[in-house]
């Protein structure tokens, strides 16, 4: 399912980098204390469980609070700086770490600057790298906002912001700058294909859902192209490894709850991410060695009663329905009306992709 790793956010990044779980600070009885993290440095399990755990939380706080997700990343930072891991697998962790400590620093930078002011300081300082970094990020947010509501202004916008890096390509002097600058219009070009894809589902609305392509059904009974007929079916393409998917699951267990008995289905697609399930932490844990069918279907049971998921997961058989909907990064939903055609189809954790697929379910309800 290669199709389905290229998916959208850094928190999906690095939970495919460094195995981010749903443990939340604070409110999980199993989350790893820095005092634990530095008695057990040399344990590359827990070691990689604790940036897991605290990257995925400064991940939630950069989209609620700018001030803690910056507190808790300085306090990672003097965590880290005390971590002197003798055994192998856990030394490679630690430059993993700092890459994903310094790319959150340009978050942090981001959410906090305007795009005029960064606009501004590049303009007169096309040398700075910091700067080229944060107007990237910057309009990598506003431009991949704007791909849903109008992908004609979102494509008129790249190219605006992609003339704008030419030109300040022009006026630096040094192949460092040049060659950040380079990187960064790649890094920006990448929003076309968001872009051909937000046109690709608008096309796709009103017709004929695609046929489903399920090898193996998980965490209740198979289900038929005949039992969800004359149901409003959801379909939430998600992965164990993406901490976006993850933030969905409140709301997935609430329109579980409160719509199933009216017609509503809830399907998880997912597929082959060469995973087990670790018994003593609870979690789903990326293995090194192979791991069979049958194992990695276990762990998605267990996945789904440890975070108290009631609906179905299918393993898909191929890409076919991935391609079809165009699912390029995940979670991505699509909702089926009562007759089998797309109503309604986003991309993304967040409260008004929440919002706009409840009020969708209740129309078509």
């Excluded at 069979?292 to 009663?305: D, I, R, V």
Aim: net charge negative.
């Amino acid at each position: 399912m290669n199709l389905l790793k290229a998916s959208l956010g850094l928190v999906s990044a690095l939970a495919l980098f460094l195995n981010i779980s749903n443990t939340t600070h604070g409110a999980d009885p199993k989350a790893i204390t820095s005092q634990e993290v530095q008695s057990q440095v040399n344990d590359a399990k827990v070691l990689n469980d604790y940036f897991s755990q605290e990257f995925g939380a400064i991940g939630q706080l950069l989209g609620t609070d700018v001030d803690k997700a910056e507190a808790r990343l300085k306090e990672l930072t003097s965590v880290m700086k005390t971590l002197k891991p003798q055994d192998v697998d856990s030394q490679q962790l630690i430059p993993r770490a700092n890459n994903a400590v310094d790319y959150f620093k340009v978050q942090i930078s981001s959410a906090r600057t305007s795009i005029e002011e960064v606009t501004s300081r590049l303009s007169e300082h096309p040398e700075d790298l910091e700067n080229i970094r944060v107007y990237v990020t910057k309009q990598s947010m506003i431009l991949e906002a704007l791909v849903g509501q109008d992908a004609n202004k979102a494509e008129k916008g790249l190219q605006e912001v992609l003339n704008y890096l030419r030109g300040i390509k022009e006026k630096a002097k040094t192949k460092e700058s040049q060659a950040t600058l380079d990187g960064a219009m790649k890094q920006m070009e990448v929003i076309q294909t968001s872009i051909d894809n937000s046109r690709k589902m608008a096309a796709l609305t009103g017709k004929q859902g695609a046929p489903m392509a399920v090898e193996t059904w998980i965490n209740g009974t198979p289900l038929s192209q005949d039992d969800l007929k004359g149901k409003v079916v959801l379909l939430d393409f998600w992965a164990v490894w993406c901490g976006p998917c993850i933030r969905t699951f409140p709301h997935l267990r609430h329109l579980h709850t409160t719509y199933k008995e009216n017609g509503l289905v809830i399907i998880g697609l997912t597929g082959y991410y060469n995973y087990t399930w670790n018994d003593t932490s609870k979690r789903a844990i990326r293995s090194q060695d192979k791991v069979e069918a049958a194992e990695e279907q276990k762990m998605l049971a267990a996945f789904a009663a440890s975070n108290e998921l009631k609906h179905r997961f299918a393993i898909q058989s191929d890409d076919s329905m991935a391609e079809y909907y165009g699912v390029t990064g995940i979670p991505h939903v699509v909702l089926l009306d009562r007759e089998g055609k797309v109503a309604l189809m986003r991309i993304g954790s967040g409260d008004q992709n929440a919002k706009d697929i409840e009020d969708k379910i209740k129309e078509l309800l």
